[in-house]
């Protein structure tokens, strides 16, 4: 399996965790970053072997929490119009999360959501799932959408 990592920290927590067995690689903070990064690495579009891993903002899931990603949407907070989810699967990796719930990403930090159900926010998954359709996700709550508190988390 690859193992992607957005940041730095969260590359270094995949390291440890899955690097004996897997490749991790560093993919970049944002859209454009790990679309570039995804882009170079040549992966047939419907690879079953790539990972998405690491932090997330929640609105609801205390920090710590760990989940797997059961759809993955665009974040809209003005946007009106129905966004077809992609459906994830739960990773096939030794230790996956047992609580799945979907994510919505935004090409920014996300702060306020109008999204009442227990779910994940990121800025990479839901446009990464555009040119890999199966990939799973892995991630850690990190935060309340509260910069702050993300900035802190990762720190430590």
């Given at each position: 399996m690859i193992i992607l990592a957005p940041f730095a920290p969260e590359y270094e927590i995949?390291?440890?965790r899955f690097g004996l067995y897997h490749e991790v690689i560093l993919l970049g903070v944002g859209p454009?970053?790990?679309m570039e990064t995804l882009l170079e690495l040549k992966l047939p579009r419907y690879a079953n072997n790539l990972m998405l891993f690491g932090f997330a903002g929640s609105n609801t899931l205390p920090m710590d929490t760990e989940v797997f990603v059961t759809e993955s949407y665009l974040h809209q907070f003005h946007g009106s119009y129905d966004d077809k989810p992609c459906i994830l699967r739960r990773p096939e990796i030794?230790?996956?999360p047992?609580?799945?719930v979907p994510c919505y990403s935004s090409s920014d930090f996300v702060v306020e959501t109008?999204?009442?159900e227990p779910a994940i926010f990121d800025m990479e998954l839901a446009f990464l799932t555009l040119f890999h359709p199966n990939i799973t996700s892995w991630r850690i709550v990190s935060d309340n959408l509260?910069?702050?508190e993300f900035e802190d988390y990762y720190k430590k």
């Open positions: 995949a390291k440890k454009r970053n790990a030794e230790g996956a047992e609580i799945g109008k999204v009442k509260n910069l702050q």
